[in-house]
Every structure is written in C-alpha cells, then in structure tokens.
C-alpha cells in the first residue's frame, strides 16, 4: 500500500479500476473504493472523491462519514480562497490499522509493523548462521507479541501478519553444509500454521522474494511499470514477475523462480549450474571466508572497503554475466518493460552490479528481442518483511482481489 501522494491537478487526475456501485450491497466494496482513491492521490475533498469513483455525491457522504467513525480516514483543515464553499480534505489516518511483515532468510529475520498508510512504525531483527526452528520459532512468537503490546489501545487495529520466507528454506542443504535432517526439518513444518498458533490476529504467507516484488509493486517501481521480472539477490538470489500491474503467482505460487535457471545447456548426466550458483551473496560469502575474512561482510558497506573490495569486484563480474543471461532468457519469454534488480546487499553494490550486468548485456545476441532496460529497486533489505506486511492490508482494505490495484491512464 502505497503512501498518500499529492492530489491530482484538474488536468492529470489518478483515474481508478474498479470503479465504485451506487447499487444496494455494494457498502463494503465502495468504501475501499474511496479508501483507494485517497490512497492513490492523496488528501481528497468530497466532490473529487465522487468524481475519481464514479459514485453520487451522497454515496460518498453516507461513505466518508462511516470512515471517520471507524478512525481509517481524517478530517483535515478547510480549503479556503477558491470559488464555491470552502472544501474539507479527507486523508488517510495513518493509526486506522496496523500489520506486521515477518521475513525468515537463510541468516536473519526481520520484523516490520506498517501503518495504514504503509509507513514502518516499529522493526525489530535477528541475525544468525543458519535458522533453528526449535530456538526462532519462540523468538518470532515473543517478538509478535512484543511488537503488538506497543500498540496499546491500538492493539486492536492490527488486521493481519503477513510471513515471508522461502517456499523451502531447508533447500540446496549441500550447498549450505546443512545436514538432511536439518534441512527436513524446516521442509516439515507448515511456517504460517505455525505462526497462526501464536496470535489471534489472521496470518498469511507468501514466498519471501514474491513479497519483495509485492513491496517493490506497490511502494517502488511498480508505480511506473505495468509488466517487470524482478530479481533479489540474497544468501540465494529469487524473484517474482509482475504482469499487468498485479503479481503473478503462476500454477504453483513460484512465478519468477530464477535461481534454478540454468546457466549453461546439460553435458552428459551432469546438470548445468544455476543461477543460485553465479548470482547469490552465498558466493561472495564463499570467497570472503576463504581469505579468512568476515564474510557477513557481503551485506553491509564492507563489501567495498579494503580489505573485502577485490573479491567483491570477483564476485561482481561473475553476479553480473549470470544476471545478463537471466535477463535474456527472461526477456525471451515475457517480452516485459524492465528487469528490475534488488538485493540485501549496500546500495552502491547494487549500483555497480546494475552497471556491469547492463555491460555483460552488450555481449548477448538480442536478434529477434527487444533489449530489456535493467534498473535497480527502490525498497532494498526491507523489501521481504514490508511485502509481508503489505498484504494483510490489501486483504482487508483494498477493492479488487488480485495485487494490487493500479493508477490507471
């Protein structure tokens, strides 16, 4: 859910999809209708509301009163100095409802609480190895509860928890030096059933990397581009695909699962190395600790500071190759507007992975295909735990069922 942004002139107003109902059992619909409206052009008087929503002037007077009552929208001060009656702008209440995102990697957690107007008001985060599910799964229940006691007497405007975390976190154990039964272990367990047990409030899950590209939808480059791939790039490096403004999910729920593309065409019975292999941070971890040097290094702004800087720039080169072919295979396919790339890393890695992927690009045959244009995200590490926070809201307050809803043209 997207930040209120300023209203819209006479000449560009946002238009919507849906549009509103002045039909008789439609309360509930319309009333996130106008929700949605103020959301997606800011602080809006009555007459602009009926007019972006297509619903009479008294359907939304009967509506904008029942919202101030409810605390999910506010009165702000008259407008004065135009012609005709002063006008009372309408914003959002950014304590109206709350949500909570849980993000569980591979070597940390985080916790975001979000306002209704999709602002983080509370963080928390937790750091390790690898997850233990018998020591985290205690510390994400405190946590939960500590981050809803905050609340106080709001407590009960928390809509929802949203968890993200890898559809198998137990996955690529090898590669890990995780043990089978370590690794089952996290396979076994149903992590939004779990997570439910905790708290009265409604849990939903989704794959880590398709809550990133939820975030990166609705609160950073989706505000722009209709139809993207969007890649992560993480201890593993995943994605999500954007279609038509809304996330696409695919027959599994794992659209945009770049880290098993191959890398290279199969040789006898050996498997070509994926992407996971070239493009994630395990790597640029790999390389650190061989040198004897901390490879937590890989996420924060050591990774381009004396000593770390050369086999960060090793990294880079070979991150960079691996993402162009994705880039293009992925291009080939879905003939999308952009490849949009982001990461847990510091933002000028992320620059300098951009610049060389955009190089290692001009090395590809694009016969045939319309070059992709390669941009970074806006959201960054947060990106996972935001996604899963954004998504109890839409759930509870946005009209249409699919995410999300778009400014039309």
Known sequence: MTPPRAAPTAEAP????????NHVGMRQFNERVVLQAIRLNGSLPKADLARLTGLTAQTIGLITTRLVEDGLILKQDRVRGRIGQPSVPLS???DGAFAIGIKI?????????????????QRQSLDYAFPDAHSLLPDIKERLQAMGDQLGALKDRLVGVGVAAPFQLGGWHKMLGLSEAQSETWNQ??????????????????????????????AGRGRDLKNFLYVFVDTFVGGGLVINSHLHGGLHGNAGAVASLPCGMAQGDTPPPQLIHHASLWELEQRLTAKGLDPHAAYDDRALATPFEAETQAWLKQA?????????????FLDIDAVVIDGSFCRPLLTLLIAQTQQALKRYNWEGLWPANVIAGNV????????GALMPLHANFAPDQDLFLKVGA
């Open 320 to 332: 960079a190759n691996a993402l162009a072919h994705a880039v293009v295979s992925g291009t080939a």
């Open 380 to 387: 960054g590490p947060d990106a996972r735990a935001l996604g």
């Open 92 to 94: 959002l209440n950014p």
């Open 14 to 21: 946002a238009l919507l999809r849906p549009r509103g109902s």
């Open 189 to 218: 367990i149903d992590l939004r059933a779990q997570v439910q047990a905790m708290t009265n409030t409604p849990v939903s899950f989704a794959k880590d990397t398709s809550a990133a590209c939820v975030a990166e939808l609705v």
């Open 105 to 121: 990697g591979r070597r940390s957690a985080d916790w975001l609480m979000v306002d209704f107007c999709g602002q983080v008001r």
